[in-house]
C-alpha cells in the first residue's frame, strides 16, 4: 500500500517514524500561508499538503482516522513527566521564534524523548507505520465534520473526542451530535442507513463486533471505557490498550482495503 508520508517528503524522508511524522508536521506548519487571503486559499493548501487529502486526491472531505500528532503526545508527556523540567509537548506553542520547537525537539532529540526500547514507544512505531497509510485516511460525507470529530457540539456542548474511533461511531447515531451529516431529508432524525452506508463504504464497520452495525456493538477503545466517553490516555495502561486498539482496527482496514487502495 501506498505511504503517504515518504511521498511527501520525498528526499528528506528517513525511515525513522517519529523523525519523519515530526519533519512533515513543521513543514507543513511553516510553509502554511500566513495569514490566509480567503478559505479558498486556506482549502487549496489543504488540499496539496494534508495527507488524508493528497490520499483522495486533493478533496477536502478527507480526514485521518486516528491522530497521530495525538497518541505521540500522549506516549511523550507519560514518558518525560518526571523530569526535572517536565515539558507538555504540543504540536505548535505561543512561541514566536519557534512555534514548533517540541516537536522539533522530539525530532532532533528522539531516543531522549521517546527511547526506542520501551513498549509504549515501540507499540507507537508500530501504530506509525499504519498511520500513513491509506488505511488511516476515510472520506467524510461532509469536509466539517472533520474539526467535530475532535471538538464535536453534542447537545449545545462542546466535549472532545480526540478523533477516537469507538466515539465517532457513537456519536454518529446521535443527530444533536455527528449524526447531524446523516440526517432523514425530513432532517428530523439520522437515517440510519445512510450511517450504515457510510461505515461499510469506509470499511469502519471493522470498528463492531462481528462487523454488526450498531451502538450496542461498537468496540470499546479500552475495557470498561464506554464508546460515548472519550478516553484521554494518561497512564501507561490507557496508553498501551489506546495503541493496541489502534493498531488493531488500522490492521483490519488495510486488509480490508487491500485490493482497493
Known sequence: MRDFLKEYLKNEY??????????YWINYGENEPK?????????????KN?????????DLRADTLMSAWTVMKWVADYLNKDKPKRITFNKKTNYSKDPYWCVRLLMEKTEEYLPSEHE???????????????????????KNMNCERYNCNIHGQTVRLFDEVPATLYYIFDKEALGRYFLTDARDAVDVEKVRDWIREEKLDVGFEDKVIDPSRIIPIMEGVHPKDPLEAQTEKEI????????????ARREALHEER
Open 50 to 58: 494534508d495527507l488524508d487529502c493528497i490520499c483522495f486526491g486533493g
Open 240 to 251: 498501551r490498550a489506546v495503541l493496541s486498539y489502534m493498531i488493531s482496527i488500522l490492521e
Open 120 to 142: 509504549l514507544v515501540q507499540l507507537l512505531l508500530r501504530f506509525l507505520n499504519l498511520a500513513k497509510r491509506p488505511c488511516n485516511f476515510i472520506l467524510l460525507p461532509d
Open 14 to 23: 528517513t525511515g525513522n517514524l517519529i523523525k519523519d511524522f515530526c519533519r
Open 35 to 47: 495569514p490566509y487571503d480567503s478559505w479558498e486559499e486556506k482549502n487549496t493548501y489543504r488540499s
